[in-house]
């Protein structure tokens, strides 16, 4: 959720386009997953969230201007490096998880 304090509002970020909440991966081992925010840009534009994947790797999903989240990697499972902190504009540093095909 992001919050404009200016106007009072609230916007739930963590839903996919659709409108249905960002999902659990049915393989993950971790039944009481949560969504993670490994990153947020300086502004508060650009969030990164992420949920865990039955391997180490995550699946990642970015919400923008606290539009509905988008799934990064085409929902596939990947290892994050990392990213700029600036309004990102694309500047997500990742590979693919261990074992994917490329």
Do not use: C, K, W
């Amino acid at each position: 959720m992001t919050t404009t304090v200016a106007t009072g509002t609230v916007t739930l970020i963590s839903r996919l386009p659709g409108g249905a909440n960002i999902p659990q991966d049915p393989a993950s081992p971790n039944s009481g997953e949560f969504i993670r925010f490994p990153a947020v840009s300086t502004d508060g534009s650009h969030i990164l969230m992420s949920t865990a994947s039955s391997t180490s790797a995550i699946h990642i999903y970015m919400s923008i201007d606290d539009a509905p989240a988008i799934a990064i990697a085409g929902g596939e499972a990947v290892d994050y490096v990392g990213m700029t902190p600036r309004r990102l504009q694309g500047l997500l540093h990742l590979r693919p998880a261990a074992g994917l095909r490329r």
